[in-house]
């Protein structure tokens, strides 16, 4: 028979191989060790047979008790006992009459690994065990963990798992010993900060162009405006989400709790963590609208605007009242250090969207049978729809046939509020189209007008001539009005060679207040002389920043001569417009439609960098609009050179 | 059984056989055996032997017949059949059989003779001339041909292949020889590429496929190594080959090389673009034949060409060149003019910008560029590039080589933006044609015109009730979706004459196809080619969303409008009163339609697409026209 053919070496090797193979568990070693028994109890075994199953005996039990010892103290247990049963091994074996050298040599190395593991897990701790309950003890210690495990893995690439797993546990415990510290101490501040947010059922949203803009809007705070808190958290979620950040919402509450070394402590704690999978976070405060005393109201503000200074993410503050004026709130308090703000109303979806969407879901598979639903609830959907939000949108998106009651009822609820907040709201942000069956935009405070015939308190008669010059088009009124702001009557050769950067400044901004008296811009934007390059760009000369509010200007190249200051100064404010029709009402300034409105705010939404592909940037819509713009306004300038007087 | 039955019986046998070498020599055998036995009656043993020649003299004719008679085994087969007659005399009964058969193979061997003479005779031709080249060719065909006709199946199968491997032979060395006397002309007609084009960075996607697909482009420019090297970064980007052309070369060919060089482009492979070049000589006065001919026949090369090849077909033109004659234009049915603008002040300084890592302000330099870089081109902007370390000269030199053809053709043009944008201090005023344009909507319903020529309504209502009555009638958009084919067909292209009258345009051709795709994109609702001169629906789209294709007849049409404002014309004033097009829109039209985004519905390349001018501006002029209908929409 064959098992007979076995010669006791192959047996013996097979046993030892079964051993290791089962990472040495006590059953198969137990049994091992009795077949190696019979091996050295038989009589008729040569000599070396028997020495040979004594010497794997002797592995077989440093094997196990090295694999007793890891799975001891991978359970958390005393490992000095195993380490004393290998010890007494070796000495066994030396004692023999012929020592095995190389079992004694193998015992021996894995006595000095197990004792390197019982240091190491010692090592660790014992950091842990120090930092004790101290907050940035166990902060430090938790990084000092890592720092050990990352240097023996260095040493032992292929070091067991047991201590990996041990170090890790560790490491968990260290975080929850830390969260609930800091939970202790700054009361609920950890936990908002790391609050899950889920708005994944709710698929269909917008991406507002003005919170995309990140390199721009960077260190600055952008009020959102909504009735809905709700609906203010779904839209910050879903633009963090758009561009790969998380969103972190704190309640002012938990804001004014905190100590203000707390909070940017926790801060940079969140920070470290979210670096760590490599994102970013935008922080936004609720709750800040519900806040009356004036003081208190004040100090928040401050707060967050010398946060915003810190903080490298975006911040947004969360409005439904829609008459707090946050933007001036933040932007007066830091002295001279100015802090950015600026606002921005989350409208409602439009109508067409609206119809679009609930015909794909509820009217059919075909065109024509949704047709036929949106000919049948046009009506309703007018009426009914019109002040639930993006996140009403969703909630009747899901609600299969019951969508009709569901978006009764989110529209009886919200309705005071909605009425309540459009009549607050500062008269140009764009909350809702006409197009919907409400009458809240005919209650609402109407929209600035643009008025040719004020007088600008820098107006001499000159001026006074040009803009009121019948014969003179729109844009020739812009281009002569300009060259003459900017030249004062002088020639080009004064306002490159005589005049100071302050006085160059000064009328760099009364052009601009013409300019944006016939865009239709309520505010004058602020102007910026830039001394080195702007942005990224060397070849950049103008920038509008701040969503329209900031202008800035490349002194080198507005310094060289009137033209070049008139045309990137035309260049920038059309941009200025174009941002602030976004989310401001229509007004047709210069025969623009609102199809045009509508694909500015989409291409700004996906706006094309120049450090591309140079056409794809200079041939999008907003850029050749701009472009466009100052070109037809020199040559209008031009074409009706004779018309105008200067003298 | 008696030796006579078995002698019967295998009579019998290899009667009803085949006579195979197999069954012949078995039956041969067994009648040995009879044979070998000494008391055989003399009856028996002649009989026996009378079969055993007659079945080897059919076995030999079979075997020869089934090799295909070579003469090698014919001669074998004779000598045995010799003897067998020499042994038995001439009284057997077989001798007639193996009479026949002798006569029969000599008759083989006779015509595989004649065949090898004939060939012998075919390869002794003059391999210098041309017709006695293809008198050759066409002589062994005949011959091949004759030969494998049913009554010479007899012919020697190695002689029939030897003489298909020596037509195959004659080909080769017929092309060898055509490719050797003709090499002077291919030379002349195709043109290469300087291989320092590959290197070069900076070019003009006038050419893009998008806007030209199906039309011949005449292509305007002051220099003609710029239509080339742009058309060269053109292919090469879209993976294909181009072939240059030169005109007058091809035109002055004679009958036989015109022959070889037509085939020689006409079997190239499919994913070709060509550049025609030469024209202007190729009509100088010094040719003999009348320019006239000359004229047609360049037409109808051209449009073999277009109607061959599935790439673009790029003729280098001047303004006013006889190509615009309605001789050479009669021939072919599309052609587009582009002018080809020269690169744009912004990009030739950023361009030096970005190459020049040391020079970080090239704004001290505008005042050099401006005067020395107006006439480079991209070709000249890329060698100037080259030559980094002294790029003012490089650049001043081309400059100064092609300025005098630059200004002439600047002077030529109606306005200047068409070729040179408005920041150059070189480029002209804009010459605006002040009339005021007449709205002549006659052989249109009274309906459609009581829109149109309603001036109370704004321009976008005007235009879109009146497209709107032309596509729906009184019936509903989805009884526009039910229509006949042919119906649609007729309605989508009233539409598009209907707004041909509202841009003043003239009528383009319009193809309402089945199902229409792009290269990237597998369903498109509409394009527009040849920068208005075709315009194509898809005609799946209009069944499936009709109002879909309101929208994309105006948007096509938009597109045509928007090609009428820039290409060479003058300036309209009415451009601007009924579309608010100003001059700069027109050059921005101008010089998006020469770097087109191409569509991608997927990444970046979206954006791109969607918000590139010519694109953003049509959509925006649609959606007006749409809103402005919206209401009698709903009515419906």
Avoid at chain 2, 55 to 77: D, H, M, V, W
Wanted: aromatic share 10%.
């Amino acid at each position: 028979m064959p098992q007979d053919c076995i010669t006791y070496p192959e047996k013996i090797e097979k046993i030892y191989k079964d051993c290791k193979k089962s990472d040495f568990i006590y059953n198969t070693v137990q049994s091992g060790l009795e077949k190696l028994k019979e091996i050295i109890e038989d009589k008729y075994a040569s000599d070396e047979n028997k020495l040979y199953a004594k010497n794997v005996k002797t592995s077989l039990m440093v094997g196990l008790c090295y694999a007793e010892c890891k799975r001891s103290n991978f359970e958390g247990e005393n490992v000095e006992r195993s380490t004393s049963i290998i010890q007494k091994l070796i000495d066994n074996e030396k004692k023999l009459e012929i020592p095995n050298e190389t079992v004694l040599k193998q015992t021996e190395k894995e006595l000095v690994a197990l004792n390197e593991s019982v240091a190491f897990m010692n090592s660790i701790r014992g950091v842990l065990l120090t930092a004790g309950s101290d907050a940035m003890a166990l902060i430090e210690g938790k990084r000092q963990v890592e720092r050990l495990i990352a240097e023996r893995l260095k040493t032992y690439p292929n070091s067991d798992d047991y201590c990996d797993v041990i170090a890790k546990k560790e490491i968990a415990l260290a975080e929850k010993q830390i969260k609930e510290k800091f939970n202790n101490s700054f009361p609920g501040l950890y936990d908002s900060l790391f609050r899950e947010i889920d708005f994944s059922k709710y698929k269909y949203c917008k991406i507002f162009s003005a919170l995309l803009d990140n390199d721009i809007f960077q260190n600055s705070v952008l009020v959102l405006l909504s009735p809905y808190e709700e609906e203010i958290i779904f839209n910050a979620y879903r633009q963090a989400d758009f561009i790969s950040k998380k969103l972190v919402v704190i309640e002012t509450e938990v804001f004014e709790s905190a100590s203000e070394d707390g909070f940017s402590f926790c801060l940079s704690q969140l920070i470290n963590d979210l670096k760590s999978i490599n994102q970013n976070a935008i922080i936004l405060f609720v709750g800040l609208d519900k806040v009356n005393a004036k003081t208190r109201k004040e100090k928040l503000g401050k707060r967050i605007a010398r946060l915003s200074k810190e903080f490298l993410g975006q911040i947004y503050i969360a409005d439904t009242k829609g008459n707090n004026n946050f933007v001036e709130l933040i932007k007066n308090k830091e002295g001279e250090n100015i802090a950015r703000a600026r606002e921005l109303v989350l409208a409602m979806p439009e109508i067409e969207d609206v119809e679009n969407l609930l015909s794909i879901q509820f009217g059919g598979a075909n065109d024509e049978e949704r047709q036929i639903f949106l000919q049948e609830n046009r009506d309703y959907i007018k009426s009914v729809m019109c002040n639930l939000g993006y996140l009403g949108l969703n909630k009747v998106l899901i609600a299969s046939n019951r969508w009709k009651n569901i978006a009764e009822k989110l529209n009886k609820q919200e309705l005071l509020t909605f009425k309540k907040f459009a009549e607050d709201l500062d008269g140009n942000g764009y909350l809702i189209s006409d197009k919907w069956l409400t009458d809240v935009n005919k209650k609402r405070k109407t929209s600035t007008f643009y008025d040719y015939d004020i007088r600008f308190d820098f107006s001499d008669e000159v001026l006074d001539n040009i803009l009121s010059n019948a014969n003179l088009s729109i844009k020739a009124k812009i281009g002569h009005a300009v060259t003459y702001c900017l030249g004062c009557g002088n020639d080009d050769s004064n306002y490159a060679n005589d005049i100071d950067t302050d006085e160059r400044l000064v009328r760099i901004t009364n052009a601009a207040s013409v300019i944006a008296r016939y865009l239709g811009l309520k505010k004058v934007p602020r102007i910026e002389f830039s001394k080195g390059t702007l942005g990224k760009n060397a070849s950049l000369i103008g920038l509008c920043c701040e969503g329209g509010a900031l202008i800035k200007l490349k002194a080198s190249y507005c310094e060289k001569s009137l033209q070049n200051t008139k045309e990137v100064l035309l260049h920038e404010m059309y941009h200025s417009m174009q941002h602030i029709a976004v989310y401001e009402p229509y007004m047709g300034m210069l025969g623009v439609t609102k199809n045009r409105y509508k694909d500015w705010q989409e291409n700004f939404n996906c706006y094309i960098d120049c450090g591309g592909n140079y056409y794809n940037y200079y041939l999008q819509l907003v850029e050749a609009d701009a472009e466009i713009f100052v070109a037809d306004v020199v040559l209008e300038e031009y074409s009706s050179i004779s018309v105008v007087k200067y003298n | 059984m008696t030796y006579q039955d078995k002698i019967k019986q295998i009579a019998l046998k290899i009667e009803n056989s085949e006579f195979s070498f197999e069954e012949s020599s078995k039956a041969v055998d067994e009648l040995n055996k009879i044979l070998a036995d000494k008391d055989i009656s003399i009856e028996n043993k002649s009989s026996a032997e009378d079969l055993r020649d007659k079945i080897t003299a059919r076995g030999l004719f079979s075997s020869c017949k089934s090799e295909g008679y070579p003469e090698s085994s014919c001669k074998k087969a004779l000598d045995i059949l010799a003897s067998i007659i020499a042994r038995r005399g001439a009284v057997s009964v077989n001798s007639r059989l193996v009479n026949d058969i002798i006569q029969r193979i000599n008759n083989e061997l006779t015509i595989n003779s004649e065949f090898s003479k004939k060939l012998k005779k075919i390869n002794e031709f003059d391999s210098t001339k041309e017709n006695e080249f293809l008198q050759a060719i066409s002589e062994t065909e005949k011959l091949i041909k004759n030969y494998e006709k049913s009554e010479y199946e007899q012919l020697d199968r190695d002689l029939l292949t030897y003489a298909h491997k020596k037509l195959n032979e004659f080909k080769v060395e017929y092309n060898k020889f055509r490719e050797k006397r003709y090499s002077a002309y291919i030379k002349t007609v195709f043109l290469k590429v300087p291989k320092e084009y590959d290197n070069y960075k900076y070019f003009l996607g006038v050419f893009s496929q998008a806007y030209y697909n199906n039309c011949v482009i005449s292509a305007v420019s002051f220099n003609e190594e710029e239509i080339i090297f742009n058309a060269y970064k053109q292919s090469q980007k879209d993976g294909k080959s181009l072939l240059i052309i030169d005109l007058s070369s091809y035109l002055s060919l004679k009958e036989d090389a015109e022959k070889y060089i037509n085939e020689k482009i006409f079997t190239e492979n499919n994913n070709l673009d060509v550049v025609i070049i030469g024209v202007e000589n190729a009509f100088s006065p010094v040719m003999n034949v009348s320019q006239n001919e000359l004229l047609i026949k360049a037409g109808e090369f051209i449009n073999e060409l277009a109607k061959k090849i599935n790439g673009r077909i790029i003729v280098s033109n001047k303004l006013n060149n006889l190509l615009d004659s309605p001789l050479f234009q009669g021939q072919v049915v599309k052609v587009s003019q582009i002018i080809v603008g020269v690169p744009q002040l912004s990009l030739v300084c950023q361009a030096l910008q970005n190459e020049n890592k040391e020079n970080n302000d090239i704004d001290t330099e505008k005042e050099f560029i401006q005067n020395n870089c107006y006439a480079i081109g991209f070709l000249g902007l890329n060698k100037t590039i080259e030559n980094l370390s002294n790029w003012k000269i490089t650049a001043s030199k081309i400059n100064s080589i092609n300025k005098q053809s630059f200004f002439e053709l600047l002077n030529n043009l109606q306005n200047t933006y068409s070729l040179i944008d408005s920041d150059w201090k070189i480029a002209g005023e804009v010459k605006v044609d002040q009339g005021e344009r007449e709205f002549d909507f006659s052989g249109f319903d009274s309906e459609v015109k009581q829109f149109a020529e309603n001036t109370k309504l704004s321009i976008y209502e005007r235009i879109g009730r009146g497209l709107y009555v032309i596509m729906y009638k009184n019936g509903t958009e989805s009884d526009f979706a039910k229509l006949s084919d042919e119906e649609i067909t007729e309605r989508l292209k009233t539409g598009c004459y209907y707004l041909c009258r509202w841009f003043l345009l003239k009528e383009p051709i319009v193809t309402v196809v089945a199902d229409l795709k792009s290269d990237i994109n597998s369903n498109v609702a509409g394009m527009c080619c040849g920068g208005g001169k075709e315009i194509m629906l898809n005609l799946s789209t209009a069944k499936n969303s009709p109002y879909y294709m309101f929208s994309t007849v105006a948007h096509e049409m938009f597109h045509a409008y928007q090609h009428k404002t820039h290409n060479g014309e003058k300036f309209n004033k009415w451009y601007f009163d009924y579309f608010g097009t100003t001059p700069k829109r027109s050059e921005f039209y101008r010089i998006n339609s020469q770097n087109y985004a191409d569509f991608y519905t997927v990444d970046d390349r979206y954006a791109a697409y969607r918000y590139q001018i010519l694109e953003a501006d049509t959509n925006i002029f649609t959606a007006d026209v749409c809103d402005a209908i919206e209401d009698i929409r709903r009515v419906n």
